[in-house]
Nanobody
């Protein structure tokens, strides 16, 4: 079994920054792709970003390109999502997700997910 624990959410003004963390644990967690998806109020879930298990490959949804950066610290088995120039439309619960395949994370079909962390961006 794999456990994912998110942290780092909070309230920030538009234009500000936050860094989310996803700590992974479990027997095979260091060989999984890990990413983020979000669900805003009265909206369907949407993929945000993913990093491969080595940390060498990343992929972003268009609406966060140039503003969000995903990275992976393999020694700590933790994935980070640095979010800059935040907008009110980024307000959502952000979930960490893990899967052997990056495509499953992009498709919102990851095998594992965390409990989520709230991000609120005020205008």
């Amino acid at each position: 079994q794999v456990q994912l624990v998110e942290s780092g959410g909070g309230l920030v003004q538009a234009g500000g920054s936050l860094r989310l963390s996803c700590a992974a644990s479990g027997r095979t967690s260091d060989t999984l792709a890990i990413g983020w998806f979000r669900q805003g109020p009265e909206r369907t879930p949407e993929f945000v970003a993913v990093v491969g298990w080595t940390g060498a490959t990343t992929f972003y949804e268009d609406f966060v390109k140039g503003r969000f950066t995903i990275s992976r610290d393999r020694a700590k088995n933790t994935v980070y999502l640095e979010m800059d120039n935040l907008k009110p439309g980024d307000t959502a619960v952000y979930y960490c997700a893990a899967d052997p395949l990056e495509i499953n994370i992009k498709a919102l079909a990851a095998a594992y997910r965390g409990q989520g962390t709230q991000v609120t961006v005020s205008s």
